[in-house]
């Protein structure tokens, strides 16, 4: 007995003196608590004291046109001095009455609370915008069944969205989604900057999915633009010929295999946290999701059944191939168009991408592919190269020419002054043959109703009515402008010709001196006997074949 009293009483003593340690510990962080307070009071009246004189001066100094608002500001920063002096005040009051458990929570939260209208004062946003608001209501669903919240907290805290005291209090609820609809109902009363720095956070958790529902990110939808001097080239498979021993395999089968498993799984993830009712609510929630997924699965396996007839469906399928060539040059852009017409362009495609691997894969024996080339994307493609030759030819020329005080000045001359010669505006349209626009051609140039024509067409401006068949309009453009399908460009008119020997002059110029001429002249079958004339347009026919 003497030895459990000696242990009981030892026992006693250590508790005695962990108690006055503790008392000890109170008294010196009140005393602390006490000495911080008096220094922030004591640094707040000297400021206040050195703006007071600051005003005084500068009310001793100035004139006395505008003393209401000098007044009316020295009063409102007078009050909202008062009004600090008193928060002060009260708070030191406070810590003094109380407990230093009460009062340094009080000076914890007192310091956050600072620390967080300070921040908001700098972001100048107070409140959360409509939008933002109305994004997490509509969404709030599934935010409370989906989000994971606990590194979310870490972020909110360190950009001083929530306090530590908000996060537990937040976290004392009993499931995930009570935690989910307080963070959101307290997220909702804060600013834009809450908003933004959730979504971020949404983001650097994996759960874009959920960020994207609030803050939807966009997609650009500028498309690519088209360069000079390039082509598509557009590959199909045109037939697949299967192989005769081929097995087809019913893909319901497969399909029934998948949802078995999938089931298995879902089921054997559903389990009850504990016995409360919250538990039993979410246990019965999984399982109707998961019976509904089930469902919608079982019915996709009932469409396909009917589909697919066990097995007569084909599971090849055709598709289309599109290449973007660049030439570099004229003779590169003619050559490729030889190697399409001659077809060995095909050949290379056939040879390269139809590989055995890819037969055995599809469970074919022939896989034919077919090739489309645009003639009007070739002639296109080869004016702009032409014209580009054309202008360097002048170019070196010129420059050989010149003495050399002219070369030393265009050598000296930025690139983008360069002063061109105008060409004539030349448009590219496709058009289907008709019977009455063959009466001044050839036998050679005679077609049948499924050719087609490529037009070049020299644009004219409109004339009066009483000029239509006396007058012709000479049109010259810059000749920078770029050649576009279907493009028009609408100036004044540089010429008015009445007499027919010159506008003949005319045109016989142009056309010598038209910077496709050479390109063009071969791809003639034969050139019209006699070229109509109207007011609006001149047309030179091309043959496309």
């Known amino acids: 007995m003497s030895e459990k009293d000696r242990s009981q009483g030892s026992v006693e003593d250590i508790e005695e003196q962990i108690r006055k340690l503790e008392k000890e510990k109170e008294e010196l962080e009140r005393i602390n608590e006490r000495r911080r307070l008096e220094q922030r009071l004591q640094l707040l009246q000297s400021n206040v004291t050195q703006l007071k004189s600051g005003s005084s001066s500068r009310d001793n100094q100035s004139s006395g046109k505008n003393v209401s608002s000098r007044g009316r500001d020295s009063g409102d920063l007078s009050t909202s001095l008062e009004e600090s002096q008193a928060r002060l005040r009260s708070l030191q009051q406070s810590v003094l009455n109380t407990s230093v458990g009460g009062a340094s929570s009080l000076a914890y939260d007192s310091q956050e609370d600072h620390n967080r209208s300070s921040d908001d004062a700098d972001q100048l946003d107070d409140v959360m915008s409509t939008t933002h608001k109305q994004a997490l209501r509509v969404h709030r669903d599934v935010l409370v069944e989906n989000m994971t919240p606990d590194d979310i907290f870490n972020d909110l805290i360190s950009k001083h969205i929530l306090t530590n005291s908000d996060v537990s209090r937040i976290k004392e609820k009993n499931t995930t989604e009570a935690i989910n609809e307080e963070l959101l109902n307290v997220l909702i009363r804060r600013s834009d900057k809450a908003f933004y720095v959730f979504v971020t956070s949404l983001r650097r958790t994996l759960q874009g999915w959920l960020a994207n529902r609030l803050d939807p990110i966009s997609q650009p939808t500028n498309k690519r633009r088209r360069r000079t001097g390039e082509m598509n080239v557009n590959i199909d498979c045109e037939r697949v010929v299967p192989t005769r021993n081929k097995q087809f395999t019913c893909t319901c089968q497969e399909v029934e295999e998948q949802i078995l498993l999938m089931a298995k799984g879902a089921y054997a993830l559903i389990r009850r946290r504990d016995a409360s009712r919250a538990a039993f609510e979410q246990f019965h929630k999984e399982l109707q999701q998961t019976n509904l997924v089930i469902k919608e699965s079982m019915e996709i396996r009932n469409t396909l059944k009917d589909l697919c007839r066990h097995g007569e469906l084909v599971d090849l399928s055709e598709g289309s191939v599109c290449f973007t060539i660049r030439c570099t040059s004229l003779a590169s852009c003619q050559e490729l168009w030889d190697r399409y017409c001659s077809g060995c362009l095909l050949d290379m495609f056939q040879e390269h991408l139809v590989t055995p691997f890819l ?109 239509m068949q006396s007058s012709f309009v000479y049109h010259s453009v810059p000749s920078s402008s770029t050649l576009r399908k279907g493009s028009t460009l609408k100036r004044k008119p540089t010429t008015l010709v009445q007499n027919s020997s010159t506008k003949k002059k005319i045109l016989q110029t142009a056309y010598k001196r038209h910077v496709y001429s050479n390109l063009l002249k071969d791809s003639f079958v034969g050139r019209p006997k006699s070229c109509a004339l109207c007011p609006y347009n001149l047309r030179y026919r091309i043959l496309t074949g």
């Open 359 to 467: 037969l055995k894969t599809c469970g074919a024996q022939e896989i034919y592919l077919c090739l489309r080339i645009s003639r009007i994307e070739f002639l296109t493609c080869a004016l702009e190269l032409a014209y580009l030759e054309r202008e360097r030819l002048l170019r070196n020329e010129n420059f050989n020419r010149a003495t050399p005080i002219k070369k030393r000045l265009r050598q000296q001359r930025p690139k983008g002054k360069e002063i061109r010669q105008p060409f004539l505006e030349l448009s590219l349209k496709e058009t289907s043959h008709s019977p009455n626009l063959s009466s001044n051609m050839t036998p050679k140039q005679t077609m049948s109703q499924q050719d087609t024509m490529c037009t070049l067409t020299y644009q004219m401006s409109s004339c009066p009515e009483n000029l």
